[in-house]
C-alpha cells in the first residue's frame, strides 16, 4: 500500500507578514503497488501528449487551465483515492504550534486519521527537502498517533521523504491538493473531474 501527501500554503501564522491564511493537505492512497506503477508511467506519458518535456514537473498552481483538465481525465481511468483537509489557520490557536514543524506534523495527522480505516502498513511518502530530523520527527509522530500498537494494527508502516520533482505520483498529490485549495476558492473546480476518487475533503473545525 502506497500512500503520497502533499499540502498547498505554508505553515507559518505571521499573516501580516505573507503567510498563508490557508493550509490544504491532500492523501492520495494506492492500494495496490502494481495500480501505483501503471499511474506513474502514465503520468510520464501524459507528459508525452502535452509536448512537455521528459523531467517537466505538473504543479498545479503553475499549470495552464487545459493542461489540468487534460492531466485529470487522463489520470481518473487508475485505481486510487484521495482525502482532503482544508485548515483557515485565522480560526485556530497558534499558541498551540510552537515551530513550522508541529503544525506541519498536526496537518499530516489529521488526513492520516481521516484516512486511517483505509490505510494497512502503507508506506507514506511525503514531499520535501527537509532536513533528516525533520523526516525522523514526523515519521516517528504519524507512527504514533495514527497505528493502534495495543492491538497491533499498524497502519503506517514506513514514512519517506522525497523531492517531488522526481516522484510522479507525488505530483499527483500535489495536483489534487492544488484542485482542493482552489474549489474552497470557488474558482475552476476541477473536483468535479476527479471526484469518484474523492473519499472525504472537509474544513477542520479547531475545538477550542
Known amino acids: 500500500m502506497l500512500v503520497f501527501i502533499d499540502e498547498s500554503g505554508d505553515a507559518g501564522f ?5 503567510s498563508s491564511t ?10 495496490d503497488k502494481n495500480e501505483a506503477l501503471k499511474a506513474d508511467n502514465h503520468i ?5 501528449q502535452l509536448n512537455l518535456h521528459s523531467e517537466f514537473e505538473f504543479h498545479f498552481h503553475k499549470l495552464r487551465k487545459r493542461f489540468c483538465e487534460h492531466f485529470f481525465i487522463e489520470i481518473k481511468s487508475f485505481d486510487f483515492q484521495y482525502f482532503g483537509i482544508v485548515i483557515d489557520k485565522t480560526k485556530i490557536d497558534a499558541s498551540r504550534f510552537s515551530s513550522s514543524q508541529l503544525f506541519y506534523n498536526f496537518a499530516c495527522e489529521l488526513v492520516c486519521l481521516k484516512a486511517k480505516e483505509n490505510l494497512l502498513q502503507a508506506t507514506v ?4 527537502k527537509k ?3 525533520f523526516k525522523t520527527k514526523l515519521g516517528n509522530y504519524l507512527k504514533k498517533n495514527v497505528n493502534d500498537k495495543d492491538s497491533g494494527v499498524f497502519h503506517i508502516k514506513k514514512v519517506k521523504m522525497q523531492d517531488s520533482a522526481k ?3 507525488l505530483q499527483l498529490a500535489d495536483m489534487i491538493c492544488g484542485t482542493i485549495a482552489r474549489s474552497f476558492k470557488n474558482t475552476e473546480n476541477y473536483r468535479q473531474i476527479i471526484i469518484e476518487k ?5 474544513e477542520f473545525q479547531d475545538k477550542k
Do not use: Q, T, Y
Not at 14 to 18: A, I, P, R, T, V
Not at 44 to 48: H, Q
Open 14 to 18: 505571521k499573516f501580516d507578514k505573507g
Open 22 to 31: 490557508h493550509f490544504v493537505v491532500a492523501l492520495v492512497l494506492f492500494s
Open 44 to 48: 510520464s506519458e501524459i507528459r508525452k
Open 125 to 128: 511518502v511525503i514531499d520535501g
Open 131 to 133: 532536513s533528516r530530523e
Open 167 to 169: 516522484n510522479n505520483l
Open 198 to 202: 474523492e473519499v472525504l475533503v472537509e
